[in-house]
């Protein structure tokens, strides 16, 4: 089974041995955005400011959801995250709410897919709050940005699409 | 609060009463994709007809994750789904695999959360299995295609954009 | 086993049987609240005025909780919410935060304990989010307020302790 | 956001990071209590001796309760508690059942609040299997006893409010 | 696919239509048993009598589960039970405790998975209350005794057997 | 409360301090089997060959299943388990499907637990999803096959029936 590691010799799906893995530090930050109609973002950006915290809620989500990560993705491995952090930007020009998700960790395996978690659930529920007023609203651009520690080392999306 | 349902005059966060709402057939379709390397492209291509069956793995793994919906959207009503289907498109020449899952029920509330929490998973699951290979997977176009049922009546999105 | 309903004939914990019983609208109200030191509540009130909103966040928690109580209470019957609102009350004379959770379903068994859940999980997330400043708050008066709806009819705290 | 933990200095909720923070032993004791009527006292205390075990049931869910504490309480690290246990005292002359429940960890951070849920979900369930005989049934004095481990040192409430 | 209902024409999973199914009364009853050592038999007998009970912790972890099939089984059908009990029979001359679930429901789909979820966690957790005394415990003879409602009828596995 | 190690001194259920115990790689394998009618037996493995993978759906169920193995057992202490591997033999001659679970874990308590209910999780997955085929499939055999690391070091479960 070249490339992948969550499949054993015969092809069947496995959560791989991290026991002998050291713990390290290991750090991750994800991306990814929301594009909304006008109305959606003045509204969004109007109870930020106000009341009607739209993003307050996506981010009490993600953080929740970036928990349980190994519940949801069935080879994670389950672990403890010792920090989650989400923010958000709001780019005006484009109607476009963009979220960040960092997940940090002392232990034996990368937290990537926490903090691709985190951004996800963040966005499907800014979805959620808005969709009485628009329908045509779509996720994209969900990416990792950056991994640190482990044995794969550190990971930057811009030098990674640099050196392709 | 104008626009809003899940806040209430004062701008706090509710799980909207839907007690009188009538019980109707609602489904929902959402999609979705992810673009990958060609080396990861072509093992998942791979490894779906032959061994290692990533896509198998993240049917399974965007299915549970719909069931679960309201755990992970604070304001989602829970309901009891009554089909779950997620299907993927291997599209060659882009290095992209689409995913569309549909979800179904006979209740008072809809079920396009439902639909796009099964996408985002099961490309989470696609980005999980495959990340050993690269790091610079993107997930996008998520969207909902098209709802059925309930007072907001029918929404195909092709026909959304047409009338903007 | 006179009085219970959770036992058998034998004394065993079950899941009474409520098949026969007819759906009907029920509906819930429960409070409570936590006592903090007055650096606690006037940083709640100044931050759910402007920015760190601890009332905020303990609300999602309390309606997310009120969600999953079938799962927290051993012999609760699992059901679908079809609304959940949580209300909280700065009481400034006596450094009190009270908290109001009503829930409500169309459905065969009452949600005194959703509403109560609601509460409870509402309360402790204040009490995490402050506990930094102040390890002495306490959590008292937790009650149902009133249950509608169902066999036993209508119940309300006030006349209730009339009566006795 | 003078105070609070968990929030940033703009105000949002994060979880904070304890990445750098040691490894010790940490253990909290919480305790609160309900009172209930004399009839559901008697039957509770009858219960306890023979069969039909109310407080058995409480004890169970309020263990089960504290593991899944970091489910519940959206800013809370995730742990693996190293020790739980929920005791109960039976009040005779005031009709009130205490329980106390004690938490414990070699981790980074406090269990103070799986001690609290431990407390308030073996009460809330207590609530659950009485409440047929009575809804007037109330919850309160539920605090911090005591906590031991980590660099915030050693609280005693009653050394606390002797203090103050 | 012939006789598979799980999957579609393709081979893919899915969670099965019940959408237009009617809404029935259905009931199913599921028994198995473990085989203990005299010591632990004694232990368990004693315990259940007296303090220490084995078997009342082991039926509030099989309802609890079984309540929670549909997160665990990936195909199953979310469902809101209306009925679980769990009964234990002492067979002396074998050392075997016997476990039976019986699972009821109002809905569009039956109920064999949650009965058979319910004994399979309640021998889990008497394997696991007894484990410091025996390792070698099995656990076996786990089956649908019987099932009613819905479109497959009536099913009794004495008589099935029979007609084979 | 001789013998017992998840009873305190009074009979109460306690989750065992394992607080002191000493990190140490552990790990647990146990098996199982399901047997089936011919007819589901040639499906299965028809399937498995080609389309429609009971076996890989079973897998996938097992391994989520191992790893909230704390959230179904009441005492269980919660852990992260760093390898879970799930794998099915086809008994030709006695319709047969038997599954073997291994986890392991570096920690302070052993794993045995989440290998049974991997194992357990698996089986009721095969019937799920055979069941419109048959219902009279029995599940049994299911116990500890071995066990190393901690303080009550090995077990093999051929050698510990030798013994006796």
Redesign the interface.
Known sequence: ????????A??????????D?NIT?RCATAS?CIRVSR??FD?VKD?TA?????L??A???G???A??T??????????????????FVMEEETCTIRCCCTA?????TGV??EA??GV??AL??I???????D??????????EE?MGGK?GH?Q?TE??EK?
């Open positions: 089974m070249s490339g992948f590691t969550h499949f054993d015969q092809g069947n799906a496995i959560m791989v041995d991290v026991t893995k530090e990814g109305e959606v509204a109870g106000k009341k009607g915290d739209v307050g809620t981010r009490i989500a953080i929740m959801a928990k349980r190994w519940e949801l993705i069935p080879l994670c491995h389950p672990l403890m995250l010792t920090k989650v952090t989400i923010d940090k960790l002392s232990g034996r990537e897919m691709l978690t996800n659930v499907l529920t979805y959620d709050m808005c969709k009485a007023m329908r045509g609203m779509e996720m994209g651009e969900i990416h990792l991994k794969s990971f999306r990674y699409f392709i």
